[in-house]
């Protein structure tokens, strides 16, 4: 029996899927606006108005 070569079968792993790695990865984000982005549209809704008003394109009682 000490002659006899034993065969050893090592199962191969199955490739990773390449499709599933960044669905794991991936992390939910806020939703909505941050507060800069509130901030950055209001500045540009009062300078926006502010150029109206100044152009006489809108009275100054429709000023939101």
């Given at each position: 029996?000490?002659d006899?070569?034993i065969?050893l079968?090592?199962?191969?792993?199955?490739?990773?899927?390449?499709?599933?790695?960044?669905?794991?990865?991936?992390r939910?984000g806020?939703?909505g606006?941050t507060r800069k982005?509130?901030?950055q549209?209001?500045r540009?809704?009062?300078?926006?108005s502010?150029?109206e008003l100044?152009n006489?394109d809108?009275?100054e009682?429709?000023i939101d």
């Amino acid at each position: 029996m000490a002659d006899q070569k034993i065969t050893l079968v090592i199962p191969r792993s199955k490739p990773r899927n390449p499709l599933l790695v960044p669905v794991l990865t991936r992390r939910a984000g806020p939703h909505g606006s941050t507060r800069k982005a509130i901030r950055q549209k209001m500045r540009q809704r009062t300078q926006q108005s502010l150029a109206e008003l100044l152009n006489g394109d809108k009275a100054e009682f429709e000023i939101d």
